[in-house]
């Protein structure tokens, strides 16, 4: 059973540039989260998606949007790209809407974006 | 003041030592409370997962929440060199499955 996946692994772009993250839940998993996670701090919560809807949305700007596709896998977009936004963007994948729960958050192992 | 806010690390500790590790938090609307580890080029993985306040053991482990003074901890007893990551606590609102606020991290390093 494949757990979390997510591509590229690694990802190198300059200032101003845009960026597409992917992420494929864990089967059987139909809600994604993404975070990110700077350097020696903890995950930062981005926004979750449900039913391909954004359920949840945590203090990050507008630059950053996401889709759920019908499969369940989803994207992370970045726009307009800052130093700052380097960091390991962390997807994770649960079972069932906000407030609902029906088991833990799995993780990815990450996509570490670097910006120039 | 941060809603989260973990011990800073590194720790170091010879094997088999008790480890205890420890966050505080400020938002009193916070039910669930997880610890996850995170090794090196990883995504975190759940650990241990408690609600409300209280103990729970899982084998080497053991969490404790108390509420009332915002605290919460994980203990780890015969720690192993394999214990060697980095251990975030969380926490949320309304749920595992829920947006998850989590402290700094810890590095730990268990010494053969």
């Known amino acids: 059973d494949a757990g979390v996946t997510q591509s590229p692994t690694h990802l190198i772009k300059t200032r101003g540039q845009q960026v597409t993250l992917r992420c494929s839940p864990k089967?059987?998993?139909?809600?994604v989260s993404w975070y990110q996670q700077a350097l020696g701090q903890g995950p930062q919560f981005i926004f979750q998606y449900y039913e391909e809807e954004e359920r949840q949305r945590g203090n990050f700007p507008d630059r950053f949007s996401g889709h759920q596709f019908p499969n369940y896998s989803s994207e992370l977009n970045v726009n307009a790209l800052l130093l700052g936004d380097s960091a390991l963007y962390l997807c994770?994948?649960?079972?069932?809407?906000?407030?609902?729960?029906?088991?833990?958050?799995?993780f990815g192992p990450g996509t570490r974006l670097t910006v120039l | 003041q941060k809603e989260v806010e973990q011990d800073p690390g590194p720790l170091s500790v010879p094997e088999g030592a008790i480890v205890s590790l420890n966050c505080t938090y400020s938002n009193s609307a916070f039910q669930y409370f997880m610890w996850y580890r995170q090794y090196s080029r990883k995504g975190p993985e759940l650990l241990m997962y408690t609600y409300s306040s209280g103990n729970k053991e899982d084998g080497r482990f053991t969490a404790q929440v108390d509420k009332s003074s915002k605290y919460i901890s994980l203990f780890i007893r015969d720690s192993q060199p394999s214990d060697s990551a980095t251990y975030l606590c969380?926490?949320?609102?309304?749920?595992?499955?829920?947006?998850?606020?989590f402290g700094k991290g810890i590095t730990l390093s268990v010494r053969p």
């Open positions: 994770a994948s649960s079972l069932g809407p906000v407030g609902d729960y029906r088991g833990e958050q799995f």
């Open positions: 969380a926490m949320t609102k309304t749920g595992a499955n829920s947006k998850l606020t």
């Open positions: 089967s059987g998993h139909d809600t």
